[in-house]
């Protein structure tokens, strides 16, 4: 079983950046691939990015390339998104999810454990 906890959300202004990390309660972290997912009011959940178990690996989706950037420190247990150039459309609550899998996947039905969510709000 395996526990993960966002934290990082906040109000941001356009242009600004923010950092979410994701904290993992298990022991064998370095055995989970990590996604970022988000889900704006009225829409459906959305891929982000994605970090295989060594970081060797990363996928990001078209509207985050070249602003976001996830990483990880198995030693932490932690995963993190740094978000920069924030657009109001960004605005969103985004989860963390854990898969015991490679290669990446964009696809949320392949997340076995999920955070419960951090609010980021991006005002123009």
């Known amino acids: 079983q395996v526990q993960l906890v966002e934290s990082g959300g906040g109000l941001a202004t356009a242009g600004g950046s923010l950092r979410l990390s994701c904290a993992a309660s298990t022991r064998t972290f370095d055995r989970y691939s990590i996604g970022w997912f988000r889900q704006a009011p009225g829409k459906e959940r959305e891929f982000v990015a994605a970090?295989?178990?060594?970081?060797?690996?990363?996928s990001y989706a078209d509207p985050v390339k070249g602003r976001f950037t996830t990483s990880r420190d198995n030693a932490k247990n932690t995963a993190y998104l740094q978000m920069g150039s924030l657009k109001p459309d960004d605005t969103a609550v985004y989860y963390c999810?854990?898969?015991?899998?490679?290669?990446?996947?964009?696809?949320?039905?392949?997340?076995?454990?999920w955070g419960q969510g951090t609010q980021v709000t991006v005002s123009a």
């Open positions: 999810a854990a898969r015991p899998a490679y290669p990446l996947s964009a696809d949320s039905r392949e997340y076995g454990y």
């Open positions: 970090i295989s178990q060594t970081s060797r690996s990363t």
